[in-house]
């Protein structure tokens, strides 16, 4: 099974603030990485799709960058709607597996 | 716009069996593999249950293979995830999720609001 390690697990920042969310897999995955925001009591939205691709209807402060076993989920300029968890999840191969999480608060 | 709508979550002894349901809406239906994702409330994501729009192709999380068993109604709109011999680490927030065409590796989006199976 592949492994998604996200990092930090959580962080604190302030509005405005440039966030970076990695995710390591534990194999080569090439571009096979989406990402997901939940907020609590809300099911997860799909923002970017293969690494790059933002959703459509998402803010264009949200990217994703990578390939292979290291990405990103960079948020440009953290707005009060953005506190929330962020996972990453491949879907390179079976079973399709989640990391663990990040949870973005307020500083 | 594309609704998902989940039902048929309660509370079980263990042991016993429970079927979800997922009604979607607003696509083309039959053209998109559709997925079981549950969540334990605080905790994690962790994916369940994969079918391709013709049933031709099915996969589990290895957690629940040989227990759980999803099947899809596309004449029905519906989506089914038939659990039994549940135990209590079964116990979560199931998520109904629409794929993509063809494989049914890919992205979940959008999701539904989800039912909850307590045991």
């Known amino acids: 099974d592949i492994q998604m390690t996200q990092s930090p697990s959580s962080l604190s920042a302030s509005v405005g603030d440039r966030v970076t969310i990695t995710c390591r897999a534990s194999q080569n995955i090439i571009s096979y990485v989406n990402w997901y925001q939940q907020k609590p009591g809300r099911a997860p939205k799909l923002l970017i799709y293969v690494a790059s691709s933002l959703q459509s209807g998402v803010p264009s402060r949200f990217s994703g960058s990578g390939s292979g076993t290291d990405f990103t989920l960079t948020i440009s300029s953290l707005q009060p709607e953005d506190f929330a968890t962020y996972y990453c999840q491949q879907c390179h191969s079976a079973p399709l597996t989640f990391g663990g999480g990040t949870k973005v608060e307020i500083k | 716009e594309v609704q998902l709508v989940e039902s048929g979550g309660g509370l079980v002894q263990p042991g016993r069996s429970l079927r979800l349901s997922c009604v979607a809406s607003g696509f083309t239906f039959d053209d998109y593999a559709m997925h079981w994702v549950r969540q334990v409330p605080g905790k994690g994501l962790e994916w369940v249950s994969s079918v391709t729009w013709n049933s031709g192709n099915v996969a589990y999380a290895d957690s629940v293979k040989g227990r759980f068993t999803i099947s899809r109604d596309n004449a029905k709109n519906s989506l089914y995830l038939q659990m039994n011999s549940l135990r209590t680490e079964d116990m979560a927030l199931y998520y109904c999720?629409?794929?993509?065409?063809?494989?049914?590796?890919?992205?979940?989006?959008?999701w539904g609001q989800g039912t909850l199976v307590t045991v």
């Open positions: 999720a629409k794929g993509g065409t063809g494989s049914y590796l890919g992205w979940f989006d959008p």
